[in-house]
């Protein structure tokens, strides 16, 4: 198959969708790789990294011809979309719940779209599981901006001059991007408290020496594929309220909550940021999703009443190197189910083809997204 990889174009992007260790993987299997020119090198993989792992490196222009399969981080523009020849697959976070309109424009290119955070939330997909690759790398980045941004020692010190007290950090959702979060501000030596609408999570909050804050929703939120059910607005306001105190009282708050094809719930009122002391910081990890902060601005960082909140956009491309490493191989293990007999086979039998192949000769197959343009026609 000839598997081409483009440099990504959104705003900010800098990772790509293929390194070269994995190039040359594919290349030993038998593909032949095309790679834009530059389209590494933000994520510190040089063109001549993949002229020696054996692909061919061309300009933008030179790109398609000939594609079976474009390997993308995120979505082609409207421009790139024209390019790419009929028929081709084109595997990337495409966002299709977001914005589903896109879908029918990939449908009406004719790509056979695979939308990689569709990937099913089962053992044999864990490998491709891009949603976790990437969310870990959130949840660890977070704590580090916190840390650059608190005037603040993160850990317990007893120095000659006086004893400071560890920062108080809370993590709000305790899913991949919310554990890691834990993980990597109890190594810096906070005291970590964590909280999610899943009570199944309390085990593992407090395997990583978190305190896991208890709060009575009158039900367990825990939806389908283990993700969370949207709160009515009765228990969001309930939670909210018993919440403000928690976050009034820690230096740190950083919030992961997501809700699977909704805009991400709001946790932290304007009230409960007015409870936090000045210095506190605020990173919102669900800033791509609109925030949990209620004045959390998408894609900047504002202080207000001296608390500090970053709204920080796309945290895994700030990461560039891991974060490309680690989806490079979600795409390997992916094509180990999709490729036979070195031809793409995309069997809708199967439940990660079922669940991540958007579009197919002209049609939208993905039934989320057509439950989503049907519901945005009503
Ligand atoms: P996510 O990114 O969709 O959401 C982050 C967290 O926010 C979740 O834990 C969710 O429960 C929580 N949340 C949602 N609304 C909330 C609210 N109002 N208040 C507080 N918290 C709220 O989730 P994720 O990180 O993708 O992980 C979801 C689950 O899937 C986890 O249990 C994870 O371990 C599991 N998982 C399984 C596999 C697999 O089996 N292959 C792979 C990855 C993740």
Redesign the pocket.
Known sequence: MLIVVPKETAEGERRVALVPDTVGRMIKAGHTIRVERDAGTRAGFPDQMYADAGAQVVDHGALFAGADLVAHVGRPGDGELDQIPPGTALLGLLAPLGDPAYVEKLAAHKLRAISMESI????R??SM?V??SQ?NIAGYKAVILAAEYLPKFFPMLTTAAGTIPPAKVLI????????QAIATARRLGAVVSG????A??KE?VQSLGATFLEFDLGAD??GS???????TPEQ?ER?RQWMADHIGNSDVVI??????GRR??I?ITEEAVRKMRPGSVIVDV?ADAGG?CALTKPGEVIVTNGVTIVGTKNLPATMPLHASQLYSRNVLALLDVIVKDAKLNLDRGDEIVRDTLLTQDGEILHEPTKAALAGGRA
């Open positions: 099913p939330r089962i053992t997909a864990q599981d949603l976790s969310s709000l959702g305790a899913g991949v991007a919310g554990l909280y999610d609408v899943r199944v999570v593992q939120a825990e594929g283990g993700y969370a059910k949207e709160l969001a939670q919030p992961t909550a997501l809700v699977p991400a719930p946790l669900a949990n």
